[in-house]
């Protein structure tokens, strides 16, 4: 089986930073995508950032120039850091990955989210 754990949630003042991990372990056989989703209340999930395993990064526009992803394939772990939060980045963050076990089709597995809330 494959597990996503996630950690670095937390409560931070506007104009704060945090910094989130997700770890994926498992029997694993090669990780093309590991992304950020998020999901506040009332709303839908929608992607924050997203990086391939060659490094190529993609962010939504509400996040672009704050956040940065990042990953380390040796550790088969993604960060999110975020810096100058503001009260609307207010949600639970999901990590995801785009998983192969060898034999099978690659597929998308989910942590289970680690809330992160910007107020003062």
């Known amino acids: 089986q494959v597990q996503l754990v996630e950690s670095g949630g937390g409560l931070v003042q506007p104009g704060g930073s945090l910094r989130l991990s997700c770890t994926a372990s498992g029997r694993i056989f090669s990780i093309n995508v590991m992304g950020w989703y998020r999901q506040a209340p009332g709303k839908e999930r929608e992607l924050v950032a997203d990086?391939?395993?060659?490094?190529?990064?993609n962010y939504a526009d509400s996040v672009k120039g704050r956040f940065t992803i990042s990953r380390d394939n040796a550790k088969n772990t993604v960060y999110l850091q975020m810096i100058s939060l503001k009260p609307e980045d207010t949600a639970v963050y999901y990590c995801?990955?785009?998983?192969?076990?060898?034999?099978?089709?690659?597929?998308?597995?989910w942590g289970q989210g680690t809330q992160v809330t910007v107020s003062s």
């Open positions: 995801s990955a785009l998983i192969s076990q060898g034999w099978d089709v690659p597929k998308y597995y």
């Open positions: 990086i391939r395993n060659g490094g190529t990064t």
